[in-house]
């Protein structure tokens, strides 16, 4: 069956330029995770999702980052003024209990 | 939260050798144990878990061994493959929430 898919898979952005990343899960997943994966590094918790109720979103690393699930199906990423730190891929990952399958990743390079 | 140690950081073994990889883990309320392969460009895959009441789990190469008491649980691959040269990643779960290890850099020589 399809995977979890991810769009854009390459960004690039101008520094200060506003961002949105979509997350498409595997149907009928009610976990969604959101991860940030620096080079060379694992990858980092930001936000989780229960259907549309985001439940915890303790790694997020500034208030211009926002995370919606709206239907609790696509869930979009958000940056907002991005900044050369925030240069990154974007992992995002369903699952049912504890099984957790990952998207392609968006690569975001903020310039 | 959770402190998650990963070793060794790399690993370079001779193809058919055997490679181990262990991680430790603070968080006794963490119950389930998956392990990640990620190869260069690659989104992490799911190869092996383990919940919490198993001691020991294996797929074919591949197991997974937990010793709850002292919070570690580790990786064993047999007879290695150049295939299996990639980036591995233990992340106990706990609350809702997969903590990372930083990560073993797997290299197997042909």
């Known amino acids: 069956g399809a995977g979890v898919s991810q769009s854009p898979r390459y960004k690039v952005a101008k520094r200060g330029q506003d961002v949105a990343l979509r997350c498409d899960p595997i149907s009928g997943h009610v976990s969604l995770f959101w991860y940030q994966q620096a080079l060379g590094q694992g990858p980092e918790f930001l936000t989780y999702?229960?259907?549309?109720?985001?439940?915890?979103k303790s790694g997020l690393p500034s208030d211009r980052f926002f995370a919606e699930r709206p239907e609790g199906s696509v869930s979009t990423l958000k940056i907002q003024r991005t900044q050369q730190e925030d240069s990154a891929v974007y992992l995002c990952?369903?699952?049912?209990?504890?099984?957790?399958?990952f998207g392609p990743g968006t690569r975001l390079t903020v310039t | 939260g959770e402190n998650v140690e990963q070793h060794p950081s790399t690993l370079s073994v001779q193809e058919g050798d055997s490679a181990v990889i262990k991680c430790t883990y603070s968080?006794?309320?963490?119950?389930?144990f998956p392990w990640y392969k990620q190869e260069l460009g690659k989104r992490p895959q799911l190869i092996i878990d383990i919940r919490s009441n198993v001691g020991e789990k294996k797929d074919q190469r591949i197991a997974v061994t937990l010793n709850k008491t002292a919070k570690h649980f580790s990786l064993h691959i047999t007879e290695t493959q150049p295939e299996d040269s990639a980036v591995y990643f233990c992340a106990p779960y706990n609350f809702n929430k997969f903590y990372f290890g930083s990560g073993t850099k797997l290299n197997v020589k042909p």
């Open positions: 990952a369903s699952s049912n209990v504890d099984e957790q399958y």
């Open positions: 968080d006794s309320a963490s119950n389930y």
């Open positions: 999702f229960q259907n549309e109720a985001q439940l915890d």
